[in-house]
């Protein structure tokens, strides 16, 4: 096309200037609220397709310019990059995915401070969104909350924020996003009531049964509730006393659970979910006809429900009816191929049957699909026997022969393959109709249709719905007496006869033929799917069953369609993606496989494989699979939930993105060369064009002026900018002059010019193998004056961890105050943390199945006392003395010969061996075992514990619990385990998962004895390396529970200090440090932390502080108002760490002034509030963030709870309702601040170590 085209081109799309207003209003904000694709709006639809031609066509006539004048191909082109955001705004409001994702990426790549955006921020976290990757959604959304917490789409955030944690498994996350989306008084696409019943569901799956079912019937009281919604609260009520035990005696909650389901039905008449749920607690009473009955018209409503023939199969196998039983659960694990519970029970189908090598496949992939769906419960144990012994069997069983009898059932491959006849169905009509006519007799066969497509649905008489004609087959098809012959004579191959051989090949051709027609049939029905996707024809208006995660309650799909998440089940997914889901099998095998009544019955039995309904429902939202932004695949709309008992649960860990983005996204043009190019290019080509400017007004980064709750909020001029230079009282003069809610969207201690804080990269230096595993830094105490020398603390503060030996002797402190016999005997009914745990080598970490090796860290939570963890840790030591003493009658080697190196004399010390932790060597599966690690056992009351804290006093001062020189005293009030002592109470294999201490600050950790424990530690600089490896192992790195892989860490550059913690030894952990630990023998340890009056400490605990806002996660250190005492308390002569307190004193100052000025323009009247002695700091109630000096305190369930300024105003944004409190007078802050000065260095003022050079292993007196 020549330019003089493209120009015309250009000038031929006219627009008024309505249309130029109406588009310079459009963007991101009005997704999933202005539906472009409803008749209604095809005209604003038209208008918005036209502007993106407008566009594209400008950026092509730009590129095609400076590609005819620009003589040096190498030079970028410097278009506004806005135009990319726009036609990202453009092309997501007609649900053009991929050209969306597209012109985001491209703006991003041309604008360095892209994230100043909040619509372009918003808008890609929806594409994200949509396209379930997870992972980067959640990355966009946090950076706009961070940049704009009071954005006018917060609620939208929040919405989807909680979706996909509730998907995650964070669902205390996601709950408490629920809940910031429930008070929010702006416009929401979901109602109140189905923001209600996300909450209810999230403590349903949380097993907080007793609250889950207040809220369900708070709910159902609602009078203007919508029935669809209505339906999927009885549901989940009626499941719920299905499966929980504590909701009553069991006939009495079947009763119950029965009546909810009905009155589901009865809400919802369309609702198969119900209906298959109805039928499984039919079956549980023994209703079996009622229950088949119940499953028939679920398939009717839900023909794709995997866990419905699962069920039905399971019904048929009951009755003694094996071929029925194989059809149905064939047409399960073909919906799903990872249905463990149908794989299961098939394979109990083909065992009785006298055909174990299909057995054994089928329990293979059961094992499968439970690890891929259930990365966080292990794999049946009964199943995991059941497959080793007929392995074991199948080895040493000879070689069958084609002359074996012929066997009950088709083989595993035959039975995937094979038709179901019309004859099958007629013969289930009849029988129902026997049955229904009083004989009693259970209905053969499930009904499956015969032809193309087993997820066709079919009709039975006596529905609602009535049968559905079939159209003939073709004459190819075989019938199930001809498969049956052919399967006969496939297996007699060798001794068939002339004219049977020849009847073989007749009836192979016809299978092929009918294979290739069922193709066919196939490769049409996808091809109709897509041409309905295109045309914007929807496929399901809701999805059925209880509202599953990802999903919407019935009544909301059609406001909030463009927000749910796509999904594709296995019945829609390409016909090559289904073959062959099951490793080959071979022949059967004619000997009896020998499974007992009782297996056959653990193995059956719905409680130990099944899982509850509430737990089902997160597998609704994320499917595994990619989408090609290149190629734009079509989106399927849900079609069901498959909530389930006895199928295996599905609960989704942190499940992988579902797109691949690269990392130089293809842009909607190729224009401005490759994507990495600088945004500063040396030729500038500026895009002109009738309305081009208009298009683009008003999508400036500024543009948050106009989403401002209240039209008083907005103003032209900017505030007085402030520095620390400042006195108190021009702080406040520079907030003269602030209009409503100016100056207060954000409030961030860093820098506004600084993008929200991210894990940085880690250094680029390639280390060699000796660098990636250094020699830890470790110094030996001789004497009081090496533990009170200033050398001690400046070798600490100089290494990212420590290990100080011989400071228990050296200072005499008598460490046996905190054994398990004294603690026993002071307070033996003290509570105690206990974490179940797999014993495990240090250097290993294994799944839950022990299937495969991970970073997941699995451990179970309970509470027990003192006295009781202690005799457990005395009866684990005799266990292992009675297992050692038998090693060595039975001439093995004692456990100390497998000893790491080790000075220690300890004799109960164990090594770190696989034998040494009582492990078998290898993988050791089957050795290892559960133990108990008493964690977290609080030390800080005075009146329990004063001998041992007054033991603790003999340290020196930078060491101690409570000190002048120790930040975290300043904080004045407790935190539990950082500014008080925490103890640890061991057996071997006691786990410590990777972590930071909280807000970075240092740690102390003494080994009271007698064994040892192994760290590991990894540099400050490098915890954004780990962050990405807990990412890519679909970890969270701060909420999640993690053990780090040697060899991941290695491979990605990444050093690791590994050492041993003998008895008496102190490690000193510095700032930012991520470690972890494991007890090697029986052991206590006390720990608690530290703040050095360092400027790298206090900095690092500001990053931290502002980090966890990113990531929505309380900072348990009130960085403010600690930093406001430590102006009080000391002088500070460090000039670094004076610039950052000043710094924070500063802005909350300005702040503060603001907030009461805002306070004031409402009409809400401040009242002094005052703080009391020891009182704990001020969090908000909703968002957990620190508030300071200002609350607003509002009365919720008869308590009155504390918010901070924006979730008040998400409450209301005229503060109604709430009473506002002040903590200090002004004048106090304004003479703390004033006060607070840089003082000159003196004897008195202890200052920050400077490094020193030491090497591994020193004494201090070289050092």
Known sequence: MTQLQQEKDTVDINLTPQELQILSELDSRQYGFLQLNSPEHATKKMLVVKAIQYLERMLSQAHQQLKNESENPDKGINI?????????????????????????????????????????????????????????????????????????????????????????????????HFQLTLIDSAPCSLSQHEIRFHIAHLYEVSNRIKTAKEQYEQLLLEKQLPPLLRADIYRQLGWMHHCVESLGERNQRELQAIQYLQQAIEADLKSGQSLY???????????????????????????????????????????????????????????????????????????????????????????????????????????????????????????????????????????????????????????????????????????????????????????????????????????????????????????????????????????????????????????????????????????????????????????????????????????????????????????????????????????????????????????????????????????????????????????????????????????????????????????????????????????????????????????????????????????????????????HILSVNLPPPQPPEPPAIKLTREQLLPPTPSVYLESKKDAFSIQLQEFCLTHPIAVVRGMASALKMDLGLFSTKTLVEANADHPVEVRTQLQQPPDENWDPTLSRRGWACISHRSITTIAKYAQYQASSFQESLKEEHEKMSSGGHPVGGHRLDSDSDSKDSVGTSARGMGLKKGRGKHGYKTIKFGTNVDLSDERKWRPQLQELMKLPAFARVVSASNMLTHVGHVILGMNTVQLYMKVPGSRTPGHQENNNFCSININIGPGDCEWFGVPESYWGAIHNLCEKNNINFLHGSWWPMMEDLLEANIPVYKFLQRPGDVVWVNSGCIHWVQAIGWCNNIAWNVGPLTARTYQLAIDRYEWNKVQSFKSIVPMIHLSWNLARNIKVSDPKLFEHLRNTLMKTLRHTQLITQFVRSKGVQVRFHGRGKNEASHYCGQCEEEVFNMLFIKEQEKKHVVHCLHCSRRHSPNLEGFVCLEEYHLEDLIETYDAFVLHPLNAQIQQPPTPVPATSGTSLLSC
Not at 345 to 357: A, D, V
Not at 424 to 441: C, D, F, K, T, Y
Not at 652 to 670: D, F, G, Q, Y
């Open 80 to 176: 506004d990059p806005k135009t990319y955001c726009k036609l990202g705004h453009f092309n997501i409001l007609i649900e053009d995915y991929p050209k969306a994702m597209s012109a985001y990426q491209k703006f991003r790549s041309l604008r360095t401070d892209h994230w100043r955006d909040t619509n372009y921020l918003y808008g890609l976290g929806l594409v994200y969104f949509h396209f379930n990757s997870f992972n980067w959604a959640i990355k966009a959304f946090q950076q706009l909350l961070y940049i704009d917490p009071v954005y006018c789409r917060a609620n939208e955030v929040h919405l989807r924020l909680g979706l996909i944690f509730k998907v995650t498994g964070e669902l205390e996350s996601s709950l408490k």
């Open 277 to 747: 749920l109805l039928g499984r607690c039919y079956a549980s009473i023994g209703k079996v006809h009622e229950a088949f009955l119940a499953y028939r018209n679920s398939v009717d409503k839900t023909e794709g429900n995997a866990d419905t023939w699962c069920s039905i199969g399971v019904l048929y196998q009951q009755q003694n009816q094996p071929m029925d039983a194989l059809q149905a659960y064939i047409c399960a694990v073909q919906l799903d191929k990872n249905h463990s519970a149908a794989w299961t029970n098939l394979g109990i189908l083909y065992e009785t049957s006298n055909q174990p090598r299909d057995g054994l496949a089928c329990y293979v992939n059961a094992a499968r699909g439970s690890a891929s769906k259930n990365h966080g419960k292990p794999v049946h144990p009964n199943l995991l026997q059941r497959t080793k012994f007929l392995q074991q069997q199948l080895e040493g069983a000879p070689t069958p022969t084609s002359f074996n009898k012929p066997r009950l059932l088709p083989s595993i491959e035959d039975a995937w393959n094979l038709p179901i006849t019309a004859e099958m169905n007629s013969r289930q009509q009849q029988l129902q109709q026997r049955g229904a006519a009083g004989q009693g007799v259970f209905p053969r066969g499930p009904g499956f249709v015969e032809g193309p497509s087993q997820t066709k649905r079919f009709k039975v008489e006596g529905s609602v719905e009535g049968p559905v004609p079939r159209p003939p087959l073709p004459p190819f098809y075989l019938t199930s007496q001809q498969l049956q012959m052919l399967q006969y004579l496939q297996q007699n191959q060798n001794s068939l006869t002339p004219q049977q051989q020849q009847l073989l090949l007749q009836l192979q051709n016809h299978y092929r033929m009918m294979q290739q027609h069922q193709q066919q049939l196939r490769l049409q029905q996808q091809q109709q799917q897509q041409q309905m996707i295109r045309t914007g024809q929807p496929f399901s208006p809701r999805p059925q069953g209880p509202f599953p995660i990802g999903t919407l309650p019935q009544q909301q799909q059609q406001n909030f369609a463009r927000a749910a998440v796509p999904q594709t089940s296995s019945a829609q997914l390409p016909q090559q993606q289904q073959q062959q889901p099951y490793m080959s099998c071979p022949p059967a095998l004619s000997s009896p496989s020998g499974v007992s009544d009782q297996e056959l019955q653990a193995l059956l039995s719905q409680k130990d494989i099944a899982a509850t309904l509430a737990e089902d429902l997160l597998k609704q939202f994320a499917q595994e699979g990619e989408l090609d932004l290149e190629q734009p695949q079509p989106v399927v709309a849900p079609t069901t939930s498959l909530p389930t008992a006895q199928p295996t649960t599905n609960i989704v860990h942190n499940p992988p993105s579902n797109i691949r983005i690269a990392l130089e996204p293809t842009p909607v043009l190729a224009i401005g060369g490759p994507m990495g190019r600088s945004s500063t290019p040396r030729n500038r080509v500026a895009l002109k064009g009738r309305g081009y400017s208009k298009i683009m007004e008003d999508a400036s980064d500024t543009e948050e002026e106009k989403c401002q709750l209240s039209s008083s909020d907005s103003s032209t001029s900017q505030l007085k900018e402030a520095n620390i230079k400042m006195s108190a009282r021009e702080v406040l003069d520079s907030c003269r002059g602030a209009v409503g809610f100016q100056g207060l969207r954000r409030f």
